[in-house]
């Protein structure tokens, strides 16, 4: 059976390696940990130079990005949502999250929010390459956890059949 111990990265594409990873040093406090570069792609030998760098999130999980400079110019899924695609890092407090809102806006971030989902709050920005990305502060109770958790099958099972929102968890956008 198969037993995933973590996630090893995630890979995005950049447009600018170096500015990828100066942006992410800058903004973000991620140092650069890793480069590859290659001339031709190991898995599939295809000859398509890249350069692929990897940064420390922290705690062991590494963000990563390829430059592949003879690829078209990088776009975005015109049929999904900006919202929709980003990654979430997480901080520690919801202290931290405004400031971090508010460092990151003093080097010229704009940023959306906080937002509050009851069970967390966050904060939304774009990195140099489009990327949307959210910063976000764990603020629920285990029991609201626990809850959610009790009915996240039978939510997607609702969902499954109906393609409209259970109401199972609607407590978490409701006005307190």
Known sequence: MIKVDRIHHVAYRCNDAKETAQWYKDKL??????????NEVPSTK????YMHIFLNAGN??????????NSPDMGRDENTPIWVQHLALRVNSVEDLLEAKADLESKGVD???????????SIYFFDPNGHRLELA???????????LNSVAQ?????????KVAPN?????????
């Open 29 to 38: 406090n991620m140092d650069l940990i890793l480069s590859i570069a290659e």
């Open 46 to 49: 295809e000859p398509d130079p």
């Open 60 to 69: 062991e999980n590494v963000l990563a990005f390829f430059e592949i400079p």
């Open 111 to 121: 940023v959306l929010g906080p937002t509050d989902h009851t069970i967390f709050k």
């Open 137 to 147: 502060a764990n603020t629920g109770t285990p029991e609201q956890f626990k809850q």
């Open 154 to 162: 039978a939510m997607i099972d609702e969902w499954a059949e109906t």
């Open 168 to 176: 199972h968890a609607d407590w978490l956008h409701k006005k307190h």
